[in-house]
């Protein structure tokens, strides 16, 4: 038992480090490539001078870096509570299952591109435009991976219940609620990055503040090197947000996060 916690530790590090060596190289080549070559920073300026101009502007970068956080997760928690409470309701009704999801399947067959400027035309520059397409970015995984999740329930544990006198509300409580949640929380990691890029394309369309807005400026200015630091930054920001749901699924459901280690393995 004493050895579990570095076997975890090592599993990780097994789990992070290809994807790690692979981006130092990958910086590496971009640093030597624009070493040599000379070429423009305007054009392609190097890793280290995007981290030194990134940490130059850390605090206007920090400021646009909060308001998209706030914009990311403001839409993602609309998005979240819509999810469950439709998810829900379509498990209750067969019929209502059969008319819902092909319209939440049809949902994606409209491009972001077209939907937010749409959102600033109709509801201004404000907050709740941008809301609105996170939203409508994030809604479509969560859903369907709940809705999936009830109907993945162990039948036979259900017809047990129901032989018992229990009633669909506690068959739904004590059955179908716990077989969604590995697939609640898969769902919940694509949504999340999802929420991120939403926004960030929302700010760009039309903003005050935000990554988006900032990128926009900074490429109007010729400035891709803080272009490329806004990039990064959101990249964090999305590789946080995404180890923030193993955080939310440890401490919720352990033993659906140990249930898909064993897995993979």
């Known amino acids: 038992m004493s050895t579990s916690p570095t076997r975890e530790v090592g599993s990780r590090l097994r789990w992070v480090l290809p994807a790690a060596v692979t981006v130092a190289a990958l910086v590496v080549v971009w640093q030597v490539y624009v070493t040599v070559s000379g070429i423009r920073p305007q054009v392609l300026p190097s890793p280290l001078r995007v981290l030194r101009q ?11 870096a909060a308001a998209t956080l706030q914009v990311t997760l403001l ?12 998810a829900i309701v379509v498990d209750f009704s067969p019929w209502l299952r059969r008319a819902f999801v ?8 409209l491009p972001i591109v077209a939907i937010a400027p749409l959102m600033i035309i109709w509801f201004g520059f404000g907050l709740l435009p941008k809301i609105l ?15 999936e999740g009830f109907a993945a329930a162990d039948r036979e544990a259900g017809a047990l219940l129901r032989s018992m006198g229990a009633s669909r509300t506690q068959e739904f409580r004590y059955v179908r ?3 969604a949640v590995p697939r609640f929380f898969t769902a919940l990691r694509i949504g999340i990055t999802y929420a991120v890029v939403g926004a960030v394309f929302a700010e760009y369309v039309g903003a ?3 990554l988006g807005i900032y990128m926009s400026l900074q490429k109007n ?9 806004a990039v990064l930054v959101t990249a964090l920001l999305s590789i946080t947000l995404y180890l923030a749901t193993f955080v939310v699924e440890r401490l919720v459901a352990p033993w659906a ?3 898909g280690r064993s897995g993979r393995a």
């Open 102 to 109: 092909p319209l939440f399947v049809a949902s994606q067959t």
């Open 177 to 179: 609620l716990p077989s």
């Open 54 to 64: 990134g940490w130059a502007h850390r605090e206007e970068i920090g400021a646009h």
């Open 133 to 147: 397409v996170v939203s409508l970015v994030t809604f479509f995984p969560m859903v369907i991976g709940l809705i």
């Open 257 to 259: 996060l140990a249930e």
């Open 208 to 210: 005050s503040k935000g």
């Open 221 to 229: 200015s010729f400035r891709t090197d803080l272009v490329l630091a």
């Open 75 to 86: 839409g993602f928690a609309v998005s979240l509570t819509l999810a469950w409470l439709l």
